[in-house]
């Protein structure tokens, strides 16, 4: 049976293990003064290393040649003076496990009866930890000491962690525990405590490179310098990641690899690719970067592969902005970095800067999409047309960025039970029904008037009769009916709507109804809210046109959102301006029906 190629070239002995020095130096001292601890706890990404090392310990522990050596230098090192163990130590031919004894090849073969590997993730109950402790008290049958090794220990339950507490924290003599976790931190810290912690480190690229490279020419593979470091850069620091890409790319017999067979494998593409993408990006050709994305993806390319790929495209656009010699860094041909400072110098910053943070948002949401594909064409809409959440930030004043959210004042009509007292009651109800009721009314703003509210938001300026009685309603009481006891005449009340929240219910909406609408969703700012109308703001014609097409199924959501139907008026960045001013309609309007009421109107 064929075996993977992470496991034929899986280190046997301690000089073999790499990219984790410092482990190694602790652990081979520890065995040559006899001086190892009986738990140790192993943490680190996945493929760096810590089973295989838990596994090489187990065998230094159990060598039989060790034996032979302890034996024949005048017994065991711990049952030595402190002077004569450094000086064996400095005089010890190698450093136990051998790896070809009896022992060491049983551990290998995992038939060795005291080396016991649990998987913590399939026995994860108290019964499991229970039975352990009961095997715990019998005497190694082969070897020197018994070994445990604990796989994904995180995924012990609680109870199970207070089980393995008192053994693990005093086991016997000829007992020794190695846990193995990629999560340390969701250990309990009395498990921690009882533990030496080993922290294994991501192992560097120039180190993966050179290991895969020795692998390919013992096999007799020719493989090019740009090909290595495509491997090692998509490994990602794991070993195991390393090489299962490369016993992919071995599998198809070819003899000799380079950078595009790699792609191939990988499911990305070339840089000329991204290089395409990312001018049709900068040139604003939405069409035809959705047709070159298209295209990749008929031929089988990864789309999240090539989310990660074209971020680090604009990664190495930010670095060759900046650095002069940046082969070594961005691990590519010299081709290929002047190829790349040529786009960067036609790129601004901001436009690097709003690639980079549109495509990381997207691969985060891409982990749980089942549609990627459309969030990585949202994305390169987003970025052609410029609508970078950071730019409204960019574009608006300096305390942009410390403001409360856009929240649009409406009126709300008092219930009419009562005509009179309606009007001349400050503490009549308001009409349930037109104000959703996550809509709350916020304090402030019922008596007194917010200028901070006639900015962008404009829809909120509204007619207000102050001082008035309303004539249409209360019959003139004539110059000898006094009032003194009349109250003071109140303001309508006003409803504070969040503005942001609004909008994006809207969208949450339109998701199950047309899922384009996740095109315009960072396109577009809601300004504003009246009675009868909402403003919403577009950044870039192509966000216009499509609100245009799309009005009617809008205001539909619109109104199941709000709870009437209003009707939506569409402005450009260019018109935002305007909106901040009073409109002419409705100063003519206030002065219309100051005149026939004989009252004075003031718009807010």
Known sequence: MYTALYRAARPEVFDEIIGQDHIVRILKHQIQTGTVSHAYLFCGTRGTGKT???????????????????????????????????????????????????????????????????????????????????????????????????????????????????TLEEPPENVMFILATTDPQKLPQTILSRCMRLDFKRVPEPVLIEHMGRICREKGVEITESALRLLAANADGSVRDGLSILDQCLSAGDKKLDRDIILDFLGTVSEEFFID????????????????????????????????????????????????????????????????????????????????????????DARYSTQPRILLELAIVTIAAGLSETRPAAAGSANSQTRPPRQAVVPV???????????MSPSAPADAAAVPPWAAEPAALQNQHQPGMQGRQGMQSQPAFENQPDHRQQADPGPSDPSPQSPPPQRRPQTAYDLDEIWQRVFEEAEDIKGSFNLIRTGTTLAGINETEFIVITHGDFVNTYLKDNQN????????????????????????????????????????????????????
């Open 553 to 604: 199924q809008i205001c539909q959501l619109m109104e199941h959102v709000i709870g009437r139907k209003l009707k939506m008026l569409i402005r450009s960045e260019e018109q935002q301006e305007d909106i901040a001013a009073p409109d002419q309609e409705m100063e003519e309007l206030a002065a219309r029906v100051g005149q026939e009421l004989g009252v004075k109107v003031r718009i807010e």
């Open 413 to 423: 009509r008092p219930a009419r039970t009562d005509q009179r007292a309606s009007v």
């Open 52 to 166: 295989t090392t838990a596994r090489i310990l187990a065998k230094a522990v159990n060598c039989l040649e060790a034996d032979a050596m302890l034996s024949g230098s005048g017994g065991r090192p711990e049952d030595q003076p402190e002077g004569q163990q450094a000086a064996q130590t400095a005089g010890s031919p190698q450093t136990p496990p051998c790896g070809h004894c009896a022992n060491c090849m049983a551990i290998k073969n995992g038939t060795f009866m005291d080396v016991i590997e649990i998987d913590a993730a399939s026995n994860n109950g108290v019964d499991n930890i229970r039975e352990l402790r009961e095997s715990v008290k019998y005497p190694p049958a082969v070897g020197r000491k018994k070994v445990y090794i604990i796989d994904e220990v995180h995924m012990l339950s609680a109870g199970a962690f207070n089980a393995l507490l008192k």
């Open 277 to 364: 993408l990312t001018e049709k990006v900068a040139l604003h050709d939405v069409a035809g970067a959705l047709v070159l994305l298209d295209q990749a993806l008929q031929e089988g390319k990864d789309v999240k592969q090539l989310m990660k790929d074209w971020m680090s495209h604009y990664r190495s656009l930010l670095i060759t902005k900046y650095i002069k010699n940046a082969e070594d860094m961005l691990n590519m041909s010299t081709e290929n970095i002047e190829k790349l400072r040529s786009q960067s110098s036609q790129i601004s910053l901001d436009e690097i800067n709003s690639g980079i943070i549109t495509l990381s948002k997207t691969i985060g």
